[in-house]
């Protein structure tokens, strides 16, 4: 079942066309990015979702309601991560925590969920002596005190070290695990192809790919590099005529490492071990790099500014 329903849907600011008849799905569980660069529509369309803008044309429904008219009861259902929070600074993390559970008619239990984010220990102190990483923390805390079965996650994990970054992707998959379905946007391609199920990249209001990560990957127009190096260094370009004229792809050899781009990775990699296996030679630093998500995102956008 679709926990979000998006068809044709519209905003507009005057003459500029923030989203522009986009049509997508959220099934429950599943955790969908929703990325694009700055004023690519992102903000407006969560934002209809959510419940705090209104919409120009198209149908909406979250958790089968409308949420441009649903009241109290749907947002009792939502959990909300925003990119920056005002939290009172006097108060403590579990105060915060007991204040905001107070919005909400299921609350899961404060040091469970300080638990779940990496805050355990941490509930008796003021929120302006935590670190800017512990407060992303105490965000996303908030976002989960309400049991939310819909959650929209806003840069989760900006000014997260690598570690936290870590724990906090394992809590978000964790949630699956609960049932809860996940709305994200992020400006970090590892953490999309981590944590997202499907993506849906948004570029002047439109749609223009949508699919998981790895399908996104592999429409990628970009050519796989295969890369590695002999011994001998450009010396031993003559005895590997045979092999140069039978790869597919584009060849080039400085300093004793082979490249290969080519369209048609498998085959040229199959010759190449296969001519190395026959001469006994090494191949070292062997390795096949195929287009990031990163890099096909950039390709999508269309160098647009990100950040």
Avoid at 85 to 110: D, K
Avoid at 146 to 170: C, H, K
Avoid at 280 to 293: A, C, K, M, N, Y
Wanted: hydrophobic fraction near 35%.
């Amino acid at each position: 079942m679709s926990a979000v329903v998006v068809t044709d849907l519209a905003r507009f600011y005057g003459d500029v066309r923030a989203v522009d008849g986009i049509s997508f799905t959220v099934e429950e569980g599943e955790v969908f990015a929703l990325l694009g660069p700055n004023g690519a529509g992102k903000s407006t369309v969560v934002e209809i979702l959510e419940g705090h803008r209104t919409r120009d044309a198209g149908q909406v429904t979250v958790l089968g309601r409308d949420p441009g008219t649903a009241g109290q009861a749907y947002r009792d259902r939502i959990g909300i991560v925003l990119q920056e929070t005002g939290i009172e600074r006097e108060l403590t993390v579990r105060e915060a925590l007991v204040h905001y559970g107070a919005c909400y008619t299921r609350r899961r239990p404060v040091d469970e969920v300080l638990d779940l984010v990496g805050l355990g220990g941490l509930g008796d102190r003021r929120t302006h002596r935590l670190s800017g990483g512990q407060r992303r923390r105490v965000d996303l805390a908030l976002g989960l005190i309400g049991e939310p079965d819909m959650l929209f996650l806003d840069e989760p994990t900006t000014g997260f070290d690598p570690s936290a970054r870590r724990n906090a992707w394992e809590m978000i998959d964790g949630l699956r695990s609960l049932g809860t379905t996940v709305l994200l946007t992020s400006h970090y391609m590892d953490e999309v192809q981590v944590l997202a199920d499907r993506v849906a990249v948004l570029v002047d209001g439109r749609i223009v790919a949508e699919g998981t990560p790895d399908e996104l990957r592999g429409r990628a127009d970009r050519e796989t590099s295969i890369r590695c190096r002999f011994p001998g260094g450009d010396a031993a370009s003559g005895r590997l005529t045979d092999l140069l004229g039978g790869l597919a792809g584009r060849v080039s050899l400085r300093d004793g490492v082979l490249e290969v781009r080519t369209e048609d990775p498998t085959a040229d990699l199959h010759r190449l071990t296969t001519w190395a296996v026959d001469r006994g030679v090494g191949l070292d630093g062997l390795e096949v790099s195929r287009p990031t998500l990163e890099d096909v995102y950039l390709d999508l956008i269309g160098g647009q500014a990100d950040g």
